[in-house]
């Protein structure tokens, strides 16, 4: 925790942090109220006057050496996230390892995206400037990040800014704080001077007075759409970018590789108990192998290991708390009473929720129609693309989406018409590489995360434009 963090710690209320799986105690944080915002944004103000002195080298020496630390203590980085989020230890390896790379990228981001040459002359009457633009930093950026990623997706927000030369106020999920707090740490004794990367931890109160101060110049949220639109009602004028939520479908042909469907869907569908924004949670199958592909994919499913996130044989942990299994549960039985037949799944111990298969579920159904967040799935019958298309294209928000095939030509035209982020061919919706741009589509689209992506976001350009030098 930085300085200022301990500092306000003092005589106020903390949030206990508890495991998903069994609920013991994992740390303490301090429960910082609204008021303490503009010491915060203060602080941060003080931070982005030294940001912006940085030079690039010493940003990309930073967040390089922030990479060889969070490496050098992978294990302890991965128990952690597990304690905290209820990812499987295998999972939270894998997270750990894209975190590493995804500081890795920013520094390299730090050291190339400067800006470039204005070709002034190539407009009449221009012919005696010339001149480029710079990419400046913003200022004050608040952060505020989720509980499903805990480590990676502050990455993603700390990263960028800093190459950027900007200041960050981070507020992680108060449900799984500590992994952004080590990393936080680690930026510091890599040498990050501390007021450029502040923690801020509390509930929705204090967020509401970042967001709301008039000396932050950009808020970047990933998290729902309900508080997405509650931020950008009190944001005012500042800079927003979001990653809301998704309701993946992918599409499975039957020319596909039917095998390597199923394996890549059940990954998709349960990856983090399905927590997870870009996690598949409608699979649109063509009817020549539908009975086939389902029951290989309730096989597969029927397979996996459910129980204690650091046992190495776990393959699904717990979900983030018993409430948010309960919800799960309260949407499965919705839809079975609608007709929905369940195929597989849908028992729950305490916050332990299994992977569950629903087919025939009706689309008035909140799983059909909502994100559900969770270790559920729906197979769908469809008899052509057409139709796959169109049922894909219904929610009005969407992140990415799939399709498996073994046609060039059906893959491009699904490509072309698929509204969502990004399409991954022969692949579940749940590919994501750090690099690429990563964003929404439609409804609460706003910005794009990846590296460079968010880099961009995070500065602006400047122009300087030189009359009369260097002319005959």
């Known amino acids: 925790m930085n300085s200022l963090s301990l500092s306000l710690a003092v005589d106020y209320k903390t949030i206990t942090v508890l495991s998903p799986y069994d609920g013991a105690a994992v740390g303490e944080v ?16 003080l931070g982005a006057l030294i940001a912006k002195e940085l030079p690039r080298h010493e940003r990309a020496r ?5 990479a060889a630390l969070v490496e050098s203590d992978k294990e302890a980085f991965a128990s952690l996230i597990v304690a905290e989020s209820g990812k499987t230890i295998k999972q939270a390896r894998k997270e750990v390892l894209r975190c590493v790379n995804t500081l890795k990228l920013s520094a390299e981001e730090a050291k190339r995206n400067a800006g470039e040459v204005i070709p002034f002359d190539s407009y009449v009457g221009s012919e005696s400037r010339q001149g480029w633009f710079t990419r400046e930093p913003l200022g004050v950026i608040v952060a505020i990040t989720p509980y499903n990623d805990p480590l990676n997706l502050v990455a993603h927000k ?3 800014a800093i190459a950027g030369g900007n ?5 992680p999920s108060e449900l799984s704080p500590l992994s952004a707090i080590k990393l936080v740490a680690c930026l510091n004794a890599a040498g990050l001077p501390p007021a450029v990367a502040s923690i801020a931890t509390g509930g929705a109160a204090l967020g509401k007075a970042l967001v709301a101060h008039r000396a932050v110049r950009m808020v970047s949220f990933t998290g729902g759409f309900v508080t997405g639109e509650q931020i950008s009602r009190n944001a005012g004028l500042k800079k927003l970018a979001m990653d809301l939520g998704g309701n993946a479908p992918v599409i499975v042909m039957g020319d596909c590789d039917l095998n390597e469907a199923v394996e890549s869907c059940v990954s998709g569908a349960f990856w983090a108990a399905g927590q997870n924004c870009i996690g598949t949670q409608r699979i649109l199958v063509e009817e020549t192998i539908y009975e086939e592909f389902k029951n290989k994919f309730v096989v597969k499913t029927s397979a996996l290991v459910v129980g204690n ?3 190495e044989s776990t393959d699904v942990g717990p979900m983030i708390t018993e409430a948010a299994a309960k919800r799960t549960e309260e949407v499965v039985i919705e839809a079975m009473d609608k007709g929905a037949n369940l195929l597989f799944g849908n028992v729950r111990q305490g916050s332990l929720y299994s992977p569950t298969v629903l087919e025939n579920v009706s689309q008035s159904c909140k799983v059909w129609c909502e994100e559900v967040f969770s270790p559920v799935v729906i197979l769908q019958r469809v008899g052509s693309l057409d139709e796959a298309l169109t049922l894909a294209n219904e929610p009005e928000y969407s992140l990415h989406a799939g399709i498996f095939t073994s046609n060039l030509n059906v893959a491009m035209k699904a490509a072309k018409r698929l509204e969502a982020g990004g399409v991954m061919i022969n692949d579940s ?7 690429m ?10 910005g794009r995360e990846g590296v460079r992506f968010a880099y961009e976001d995070m500065t602006q350009p400047k122009v300087i434009c030189l009359n009369g030098v260097g002319g005959s």
Do not use: C, H, N, Q
């Open 30 to 45: 301090t429960d910082m109220p609204a008021s303490f915002a503009t010491a915060i944004i203060d602080t941060a103000k």
């Open 429 to 435: 919706s749940d590919y994501r590489f750090d690099a």
């Open 167 to 171: 200041a960050v106020v981070l507020k």
């Open 437 to 446: 741009p990563f964003g929404g589509s439609k409804y609460g689209s706003m």
């Open 158 to 160: 700390l990263g960028p």
């Open 62 to 66: 930073i967040l390089e050496k922030t």
């Open 309 to 311: 996130p650091a046992d």
